[in-house]
């Protein structure tokens, strides 16, 4: 009889660890899955306010060329679209990534900063009328293009596990 009092106590103690064990390992991965979660919707809402930028910038440059927009209005609101890419470019810096997916920002950054880079030279066209500031536009353009599709490679590899 007490060796049979003796083996439940150790079967309840293996369940009560077992369970502990489990407990510990769903708190574990709940928390590891909101923070990725979090880490997620901040990067994309990066990528929100960088397309949304773009489109307006465009739209001005657009309303410039149909002459509802002065050169010098132009330039007036390139200024806050400098300043606002900028401010994009510094929250991937405030991301907290988990490991995998560090890479996959960095080219985001990447993308972003070219893109900005882009824009900058494409203000110095309008500027100046220089069409080599419109080249190189175009190819930091196309720069920005390709970071932007290695940083959705490396982002859906890390999501898929593969990273």
């Not at 510990?24 to 991965?29: E, F, T």
């Not at 200024?79 to 990534?97: F, G, N, R, V, W």
């Not at 880079?117 to 500027?127: G, H, P, Q, R, V």
């Amino acid at each position: 009889m007490k060796k049979s009092k003796k083996q439940n106590i150790i079967i309840a103690s293996i369940a009560i660890i077992i369970i502990g064990a489990i407990a510990g390992y769903n708190y574990s991965y709940d928390q590891t899955r909101q923070k990725g979660l979090k880490f997620g919707n901040e990067l994309l809402q990066i990528q929100e306010d960088v397309k949304q930028f773009q489109i307006e910038f465009h739209s001005k440059i657009t309303q410039f060329e149909e002459g509802d927009l002065t050169q010098q209005e132009l330039l007036e609101y390139s200024k806050t679209h400098i300043e606002k890419m900028q401010s994009a470019i510094l929250k991937y810096d405030d991301l907290i990534p988990p490991k995998q997916f560090a890479p996959s920002v960095e080219l985001f950054k990447l993308s972003t900063q070219a893109q900005l880079d882009s824009d900058e030279e494409l203000i110095e066209w309008i500027k100046t009328g220089d069409g080599s500031h419109n080249i190189r536009s175009d190819s930091l353009l196309q720069e920005s293009f390709e970071y932007e599709m290695m940083a959705l490679g490396e982002f859906n590899a890390a999501k898929t596990g593969l990273r």
